[in-house]
């Protein structure tokens, strides 16, 4: 975020970037904490630059204050952030006949929505390849900083479908913070 002009050097740096989604504006606009026409507090910016670098699906992020062009008692607020590739894969032996493996992405279609399904390889089963895991993350619900997780479960003897809703305290103001959990295990 210091250096915006900085020029990649490899080949897989440049296809990596022209794949990835970059974080859409509305995103970061619902993270922040002082709204259009408030007077600049210091103290909630830096609150701010320390709850959109802590998103995992942000490295680095940085906020430069502009003195507005047309009027001097308004000041333009820029945000630079640089992403984390968002994509990846996961493969997890279990045993010497069975691994698991998925895909997952922490900022899905730039929304910072996180998703993740989970496969079993098992050659000694019947089911050869069975599905067992899903989960989708939907952080900070219309700027409440409200979180939701839907999840699914589909492993021998341990079925379940859930969802979590939770709010953490987030700045010093936070008044209200707590969660409710619902999960519902099918025989």
Avoid: C
């Avoid at 830096?46 to 507005?68: M, Q, S, T, Y």
Wanted: hydrophobic fraction near 35%.
């Amino acid at each position: 975020v210091n250096d915006t002009t900085q020029k990649l050097s490899s080949w897989i740096e440049n296809v990596s970037n022209k794949m990835h989604i970059y974080t859409r504006s509305s995103v970061l606009r619902k993270l922040l904490l002082q709204k259009e026409g408030d007077a600049i507090n210091p103290f909630l910016m830096a609150e701010n630059e320390h709850i959109i670098r802590d998103l995992p699906f942000i490295r680095d992020v940085k906020f430069i204050v502009l003195p507005d062009s047309q009027n001097t008692d308004f000041v333009d607020l820029i945000i630079v952030t640089q992403d984390v590739y968002s994509i990846g894969i996961i493969a997890q032996p279990r045993d010497l006949s069975s691994t698991k493996f998925g895909i997952y992405d922490i900022n899905l279609w730039g929304l910072g929505h996180r998703q993740s399904n989970m496969f079993m390889i098992d050659p000694i089963q019947k089911e050869k390849l069975r599905y067992v895991e899903g989960h989708y993350r939907i952080e900070n619900i219309e700027g409440l900083f409200m979180s939701g997780e839907l999840n699914y479960k589909n492993y021998i003897g341990d079925k379940s479908l859930g969802f979590d809703l939770t709010r953490k305290f987030i700045t010093s103001d936070t008044r209200l913070a707590g969660g409710i959990s619902f999960s519902h295990n099918i025989q």
